[in-house]
């Protein structure tokens, strides 16, 4: 009996209006809660590098992490680094950006002056369809790493279904990204944005 009335469940839970997975919205859609860790004593980070995200390709990445910058600016939290400045660091280093590891980030990092460097990975990105309709679906994971140590300072990841098949994946991707940041800025102490 529950196996014959499962898909059904999981099409009543889509159907109420679940946008993001472990988020649910009755009446207005609803960003679901991002997983937000912050270590203690962060103080010391001011200059911060943005690595373009790893992704399905690289457009895809360099807009994500495009996205965070903008928000990481706004918060006006950290002064960050050009990215033409670690664009020439990668080409020179001869590192792809698909292999770098945590210690070569923080490295990268270092040679850019910078205190701590994000980088992040883009999971899903793409439409979904249910029903007749097509939603976006985006999954992104970030996390600072501070350069002196090598010690991860916060990580913030979500995944989250778009609710209305009108939105782009571009406009949801900006909008989890924007979630994202507004966790992490209440845990990190900011007030709402």
Request: a positive charge.
């Amino acid at each position: 009996m529950i196996l014959r009335t499962a898909p059904y469940l999981l099409a009543g839970i889509l159907l109420a209006g679940c946008c993001c997975f472990g988020g649910r919205s009755e009446k207005a859609p609803k960003m679901g809660k991002p997983n937000v860790s912050v270590q203690s004593g962060n103080s010391a980070i001011r200059k911060v590098a943005v690595m373009p995200f790893r992704a399905q390709n690289e457009m895809v990445g360099a807009t994500v992490s495009d996205y965070f910058v903008s928000e990481i600016l706004g918060a006006k939290r950290y002064e960050l680094v050009e990215r033409s400045q670690i664009g020439k660091v990668l080409n020179e280093s001869e590192l792809a950006l698909s292999g770098i590891s945590d210690s070569k980030a923080a490295e990268v990092g270092s040679m850019v002056g910078a205190d701590g460097v994000v980088i992040g990975t883009v999971g899903d990105y793409e439409k979904v369809s249910q029903g007749k309709d097509s939603f976006a679906v985006v999954s992104i994971a970030a996390r600072m790493i501070d350069t002196k140590s090598g010690t991860i300072i916060w990580s913030v990841d979500l995944t989250c279904r778009a609710t209305d098949p009108k939105v782009t994946l571009s406009e949801h991707s900006r909008n989890v990204v924007k979630e994202m940041m507004r966790a992490l800025g209440q845990a990190m102490g900011n007030p709402k944005r």
